[in-house]
């Protein structure tokens, strides 16, 4: 069958069997490898990606029920060298060890800051509790979200208004760009 | 990872045209909402449809709305395709039926609820089903369907059993109705061995309170304890009565001996029997606590009160 | 002694504060992971490639009849359908443990564990590979299986491994440490015995990336390329050119990034033989990456100790011995990863960090029809089992004698003039300073305050522990007298060169599974020669680039491949001190190091920086006699001892007393892994560690049914912690550099894997004090701790 669908801001259109799975269709057919999987039943969360702008774990997803949807991949997280402030947070707070689990922390921890600017760290466990990490122990994620919690982007279209004074002028790219 | 075996697929594009897809291929058709229950089975082989008939752009069974006047006043209506993680941000539910608040927040985990539905968790049926419990707690009209119009159903006649339900394979459960009650209070509670697992056991329970403060109405459902429908014999010593601790400790014993659970992975008997009692008295102290403050149907109900 | 550790801010990248040598840094590794770009097994695609799918048993134990492949074969896409009855024509039906049994790559006799290698598939891709398997037709003749170690010894039992020619019956060893008779004396002469069966439940390691291979044999040269889940490509080298045949320099074994290992990555597994064979047969490369399920069933399990222990102590609290007989189950094959001398590991550190008059254990592995391995999950080779034994032990006696369980530690603790200390069991202790690192960790935690609060509690029937662990760990193996894999010699090689313009790459023959390698290595090369760590590139997983060693697992990485680095390193400085000699027209003897430069004794004006040097060697410098025109230089690094590192832990849980639920509130960890190179990374091996324990003394199990059924073989019941089971760790340190490292590091892998399962377990029993328990085993699930206050503390399922 043909699906179609944008995928970090790229139209795509592929023929596929119907039982591809999402993550099947963005790791074999697109090639797109940062998005990973570690089980069977929709437990681990090592495949989450966003589906307009809400994180799924696209190993209970069809690659057809994507169709007409736009995907946001961990490869389309950063806006060329620069990186979105959950990127970075995950670097700065050592919110990563093997990588394994990495793109669906920080596609889910995007989301969440997306919904929820500030969040405190009950917020942030309970945003990520669908998702296992065995190496870091969350913690240092927790401090990663909070890490981009404190230094978002400066954009025009998503003015936040009590937003730290020293937010990081570096990441002068919109919001969408960053998204895109 | 497990992979599905082969089907066809087929996105419908209304109820109506969902209903004739059903029709055209027959009962190895599946419908497919979230996909959180019925994927699963299939990466496992466990479920092998033909054809799966993609729900998923029918926007008309995604609306929660309560309507206050015409033919449904007083009821609250969910629409089948509606997501977990709607339902649980909805400050509408929240303040009419916290008891659904309560039991989203236990569901799944966060990531599932923004697929899975509410449609999809009643027709999947498991008996360790959540919202299985809370609509039957809740008294809920399920609305089913067909090629020749609309049943609707009691949630005793909705479910025939684990796994299964009054659904036939041509129909679609489009939406369940609540009903609306004033003085009214609702709590579900649940133990799990860790955050998103399936329930070890769980209660829910709604109290409506007469004005003269005793007990009008009384509901309360089991999950996960082979409990069949709510729990009568314990929601019938409290009707009538003065809503007091011993009360609740009545109708505790009385779910305990009511229900009948297996020995798994997740406890032996005399643990599940106990929690049915245990949580039952959380549950029923909540939902009095909630329906004391609840002066009526559109009075927000005190959320953070935990009896 | 160092006190709380500062978290620095890190400014960005590029700011002059960066340290050069130890130090908060910024991994190197993380800019490909957090861009999703890491490499893993999964993410290799050849031209051609095609996809490997294992059929496995159903069941736990039963006689093969006849398996009939004809219709997986004409499936569409697919190539070959492998049989045990083809392997064994290929003479591969069988392959060597790291524990000198054999495993079966298929089956050709019969089935000894559910989920065992029966036939492999190899298709176009992984879909059409699932789909064949079911087409294969299997007759089993169903036999009794053994799941019960307690009961694989009785006369009678059904013989797992009649393949083993003589055998009849299903033990595997005996193995025993330290001195039986002293210690009865000790016990005879003891005012207080306290006796515990205390179980450490199977559990699995678990990492987010199940194992899998990439095989690619190429028929011309004879040459096999393997992209491999291994944490020892060296060890699997060596072992595939034994099994397989094919010459070792014609084999590669690459192991590129890994979703994480915890020891599950050690072992060569039939999936990994079946894709070699897989490219062989077709001529093709052919990918074999398992499900979580398979991972769970038929990859290397941790623990499974029955253990019988017993303590001996004055009235007044001083430890005098310990004692403890073990029943291993080792499942189907004996495929345990440890040094050869050592078939319960290290398992004989169980005397912990307290100066015993007599200590004594037996260890007794069986067979049963189960899953193999036994050695993994962050174990250090069975530290794991040996510090939950005598760290529940010391609590039991606690309780016993009414005595504060910190106190009771505080009292017997090794004192620090005693180091290096010889235990009653062969170890030799290399340094430690017990009490501060308790004393420490009390103040963190605000013990006493803590108490108050729970006896206040108390009184209101409020369930609340303090769960005290004080562990010494035993890491680094090890030193080649003492310590092989299958005849290979425990050591680890490292190169260094500095390239002409003073950038430099190391290779080192430890693979990271997450530990952040590439950073910690790079450190440990700058702080010895005082270029930065950025200017360094290091090389690993990768048999053809990389010099010999046997692996990541048991914290070995720090203690061996770090004290290889650091003298290559330092080679190197030593290399270039003749250069600069030569270069400055003066004596080696007359220049003095500071980091990254030789300068004139006397004259600091004058002399050379590293770089400068590397032009010299590379350049046109007259090179003193002897040494060559290059800055390299390799070492193979033999350690004179293992390493010990230690650390307290107190854990701080409530109990719902009406659900059994266990809520962790606090952990308070404090390490002393010797010197530190990286704290951000120490840290997140700490974190990692602990959240292990609490995976383990709360939820992770793999049990079984009477027909041995796996009952924990997806995520759905093999549990483990989310986010929201874990508290905000807290950690501190204490630094007692090891007297022998060459940099005094001691290796942090472990620690909190093998030391907190105890602390979080005492707090559970502390809690349920009131109703009279004084031990439960684990996981300490809702039910069990339900189960546990009315007297019952070993549910059966």
């Known amino acids: 069958m043909q699906v179609t669908m944008t995928v970090n801001g790229t139209d795509i259109t592929e023929e596929i069997e119907p039982r591809v799975l999402l993550v099947h269709f963005i790791r074999d057919v697109l090639r797109l490898t940062g998005t990973h999987w570690g089980c069977d039943t929709s437990n681990c969360g090592t495949c989450v990606v966003l589906m307009d702008g809400q994180p799924v774990k696209s190993c209970t997803v069809l690659a057809m029920m994507a169709d007409g949807h736009s995907i946001t991949t961990v490869e389309g997280l950063a806006t060329g060298a620069v990186l979105d402030p959950v990127q970075q947070g995950f670097m700065e707070e050592h919110g990563l060890q093997c990588g394994f689990c990495t793109p669906g922390m920080m596609l889910t921890a995007r989301a969440l800051l997306d919904h929820n600017p500030h969040p405190d760290d009950t917020e942030i466990r309970q945003a990520i509790s669908g998702q296992i990490c065995r190496c870091t122990g969350y913690a240092t994620i927790v401090r990663s979200v909070k890490w981009a919690a404190e230094h978002p982007v400066l954009s025009n279209a998503d003015t936040d208004t009590d937003s730290d004074a020293d937010a990081d002028s570096a990441h002068g790219a919109t919001a969408d760009e960053v998204r895109a | 990872m497990q992979i599905p075996a082969a089907f066809d697929y087929v996105r419908a594009s209304t109820v109506d045209n969902a209903l004739a897809l059903l029709e055209r291929h027959g009962p190895e058709s599946r419908i497919l909402a979230g996909g959180h229950s019925l994927l699963p089975m299939m990466k496992l082989r466990l479920a092998r449809p033909e054809w799966l008939i993609d729900i998923n752009d029918l926007f008309e069974l995604d609306f929660v709305v309560h309507d206050t006047s015409g033919p449904d006043a007083g009821t609250l209506r969910i629409g089948a395709l509606t997501r977990h993680t709607t339902l649980l941000e909805s400050a509408q539910i929240e303040a009419l039926f916290p008891i659904i608040t309560d039991a989203e927040k236990v569901i799944a985990d966060p990531i599932v609820r923004n697929r899975g539905t509410i449609g999809g968790s009643l027709c999947q049926a498991d008996p360790a089903e959540d919202l299985s419990t809370v609509c039957e707690v809740l008294g809920a009209i399920a609305v089913i369907r067909g090629a020749g119009g609309q049943r609707l159903l009691s949630m005793d006649e909705f479910h025939r059993g684990p796994y299964e339900t009054a659904v036939a394979h041509n129909e679609i459960l489009c939406e369940v109705r609540l009903p609306v009650r004033s003085r009214t209070g609702s709590a579900y509670e649940k133990v799990e061995r860790r955050v998103g697992d399936w329930a070890v056991a769980a209660a829910g329970a709604s109290l409506t309170l007469a004005p003269d403060g005793t007990i009008e109405a009384a509901a309360i459902g089991l999950t996960a304890v082979g409990q069949t429908g709510t729990v009568t014999e314990a929601a019938a010593v409290l009707v009538g009565r003065q809503p007091t601790e011993a009360l609740f400790v009545e109708a505790g014993r009385l779910a305990s001996v009511a229900c009948d659970p297996i020995a798994d992975q997740r406890g032996p008997i005399d643990y599940k029997r106990h929690l049915a009692d245990e949580l039952t008295r959380r549950v029923l102290r909540r939902a009095f606590a909630r329906a004391a403050a609840s002066e009526g149907p559109n009075a927000p109900a005190p959320a953070t009160q935990e009896g | ?797």
């Not at chain 3, 009390?442 to 769960?467: S, T, V």
């Not at chain 3, 290796?747 to 030391?755: K, L, P, Q």
Request: hydrophobic share 40%.
């Open chain 3, 1 to 797: 002694m160092t006190l709380l550790e500062d978290r620095p801010t890190n400014p960005a990248a590029g700011d002059d504060n960066r340290p050069i040598g130890y130090g908060r840094i910024q991994r190197k590794e993380d800019p490909r992971f957090v861009r999703g770009k890491g490499h893993y097994v999964d993410d290799i695609v050849l031209p051609g490639m095609l996809h490997g799918a294992i059929l496995r048993a159903p069941v736990a134990h039963a006689r093969l009849v006849s398996i009939d492949t004809s219709e997986a074969l004409a499936h569409p896409g697919v190539h070959a359908v492998i049989t045990g009855t083809d392997l064994q024509a290929l003479g591969l039906a069988w392959a060597p443990t790291l524990s000198m049994d054999v495993q079966a790559v298929l089956v050709t006799d019969k089935v000894r564990f559910q989920g065992q290698e029966v036939a492999f598939v190899v298709a176009d891709d992984r879909y059409a590979a699932r789909d064949a398997l079911e087409l294969i037709r299997v007759d089993y003749d169903l036999l009794p299986p053994v799941i019960d170690a307690r009961t694989a010894l009785d006369p009678g039992a059904p013989v797992i491994r009649d393949d083993l020619e003589g055998r009849t019956d299903n033990h595997i060893f005996d193995w025993e440490a330290g001195d039986a008779t002293e210690t009865d004396a000790v016990f005879a002469a003891a005012d207080v015995v306290v006796s515990q069966e205390i179980i450490y439940p199977r559990v699995h390691p678990a990492p987010m990336e199940t194992c899998g291979a990439v095989a690619d044999f190429d028929p011309i040269d004879g040459r096999l390329t393997l992209y491999e889940t291994t944490q020892a490509p060296h060890a699997h080298r060596t072992l595939f050119a034994m099994v397989a045949g094919i010459p070792e320099h014609k084999i590669r074994v690459v192991s590129p990034d890994i979703g994480g290992g915890f020891g599950n990555k050690v072992g060569i597994y039939p999936g990994y033989i079946l894709a070699v064979v897989g490219s062989i047969v077709t001529g093709k490369p052919v990918k074999w990456v398992e499900d979580r399920s398979e991972n769970l069933m038929s990859t290397s399990f941790a623990r499974d100790y029955i253990m019988q222990g017993s303590i001996a102590a004055t009235k007044d609290g001083t430890i005098l011995g310990l004692r403890t007989n073990v029943l291993a189950d080792h499942g189907a094959f004996n495929a345990t990863a440890q040094p050869t001398k050592y078939p319960a590991g290290f398992f004989h550190i169980f005397t912990g960090s307290y100066d015993l008059k007599a200590a004594h254990c037996t260890v007794t592995g069986v067979y049963t029809n189960k899953a193999p391995g036994g050695v993994a999950y962050a174990c250090s080779f069975r530290v794991t089992e040996a510090v939950y034994l005598v760290e529940r032990m010391v609590d039991i006696l606690a309780a016993k004698l009414g005595m504060d369980p910190a106190e009771l530690r505080l009292k017997n603790f090794i004192k620090p003039e005693q180091f290096p200390y010889a235990n009653k069991t062969g170890w030799e202790y290399d340094s430690g300073n017990y009490e501060p690192t308790m004393r420490l960790s009390m103040q963190m935690a605000g013990y006493d305050e803590l108490r108050q609060e729970q006896k206040e509690k108390r009184e209101r029937g409020e369930l609340m522990g303090i769960g005290i662990s004080f562990f010494t760990e035993t890491v680094g193996a090890g030193p080649r007298k003492h310590m092989d894999i299958l005849g290979l010699g425990m050591n680890d090689g490292a190169e260094l060169r500095v390239h002409p313009t003073g950038k430099a790459v190391v290779r080192i023959s430890v693979q990271s599974q997450g530990q952040g390698h590439e950073t910690t290595f790079a450190q440990i090369v700058a702080e010895e020669l005082g270029i930065p760590p950025e200017d360094i590139d290091v090389v690993h997983g990768d048999t053809d680039q990389t010099p010999f060693g046997l692996g990541t697992y048991g914290s070995r990485s720090t203690p061996v491949s770090g004290g290889a680095v650091a003298l290559v390193a330092r080679k190197v400085r030593e290399k270039a001190r003749f250069i600069a000699a030569a270069m400055l027209e003066t004596r080696p003897e007359d220049l003095e190091w500071e980091k990254g430069r030789w300068f004139v004794k006397g004259d600091p004006s004058i002399g050379k920086t590293v770089a400068e040097i590397a032009m010299g060697a590379h350049g046109t410098v007259a090179l003193p006699e002897g040494i060559d025109g290059n800055l390299d230089a390799e070492v193979t690094y033999d350690p004179p001892n293992l390493t010990f590192p230690f650390g307290a832990y107190i854990c701080v849980v409530d109990i719902d007393p009406g659900t059994g639920h266990v809520k962790v509130r606090r952990f308070i960890a404090v390490d002393d892994c010797g010197t530190r190179i990286n704290p951000m990374i120490i840290e997140g091996q700490v974190h990692g560690g602990l959240t292990d324990g609490v995976g383990m003394a709360l939820m992770e199990i793999i049990e079984f049914d009477t027909e041995g059924n796996c009952l924990g073989g997806s995520f759905m019941d093999y549990l483990i912690p989310t986010a929201m089971e874990v508290p905000d760790w807290e950690t501190g340190f204490t630094v007692t550099p090891s007297p022998h490292h060459p940099i005094g590091a001691k290796g942090i892998g472990e620690s909190a894997t093998v030391g907190s399962p105890p602390a979080i377990v005492n707090a559970v029993v502390d809690a349920l004090a009131p109703f009279g328990i004084t031990h439960m085993d684990m996981p300490c699930t809702p039910a069990r701790v339900w189960e546990a206050m009315q007297g019952r503390p070993r549910p059966p399922i």
